[in-house]
């Protein structure tokens, strides 16, 4: 099915959450909607890497083992682990045990701290590839949404070169339209008009 899809509540939806209430609620609050929070910006990169060859719904059932595992994505903590927190981490049954993607994540986190600490952010370095607005698009069907693009090509190249590790340009497209730099609602999901005006709830203050 690639058409949006009215649910028993009377609203019509992108088809790809299907009934699951975890999946549903997602995409109704979060998938589409801007976030600007460095960290949550952050977290989110890293799981869409760890979704790679793996459907989403996995990764998000497995969200709270992640964070966690990984001290709630605290890239300062993240920089830090040695060979015995990897060694721990590909023994955690509650997230993907993937060493390469494990010691990426490490890499991933010195790229963001060393952009945090000699500029220019790491929300800031994201949005100015959309000039700080999302990218609104139309699509009626998700056989017209794409999987890459030009400027998630570009935005993966960026990345790369900084040290990050899983930002292929299909990875970092999945990563713009779950983080609102991109609108990908299909036109007749209720959440396409809405999302650009929503707010994500302020990000909880982290232990450092």
């Keep these: 099915m690639t058409r949006a899809v009215r649910h028993s509540d009377g609203l019509t939806r992108c088809p790809w959450p299907g009934e699951d209430p975890l999946y549903v609620a997602y995409h109704d609050s979060e998938w589409g909607v801007p976030e600007y929070d460095d960290r949550a910006l952050f977290e989110k990169l890293i799981l869409d890497g760890f979704q790679a060859g793996l459907s989403w719904i996995t990764i998000l059932r497995k969200r709270d083992n992640f964070r966690k595992a990984f ?66 698009n139309n699509f009626k069907s998700t056989a017209s949404v794409p999987a890459a693009t030009p400027l998630s090509a570009a935005m993966s190249k960026e990345l790369l070169s900084r040290g990050f590790k899983f930002v292929g340009p299909t990875i970092v497209y999945a990563f713009m339209q ?13 959440c396409h008009e809405r999302c650009g005006a929503m707010k994500r709830p302020a990000a909880k203050a982290k232990r450092k």
Aim: proline residues 4%; glycine residues 8%.
């Design 71 to 136: 001290d709630d994505f605290l890239p300062e903590k993240i920089a830090r682990y040695d060979a015995e927190k990897v060694h721990a981490l590909m023994n955690d049954a509650g997230i993907v045990r993937n060493r390469a993607k494990i010691e990426g994540t490490i890499n991933s986190a010195k790229s963001y701290l060393e952009i945090m600490e000699k500029g220019p952010g790491f929300s800031s370095l994201l949005w100015d590839f959309v000039d700080g607005k999302p990218l609104v």
């Design 178 to 190: 779950a983080t609102g730099l991109v609108n990908d609602h299909l036109v007749s999901c209720f």
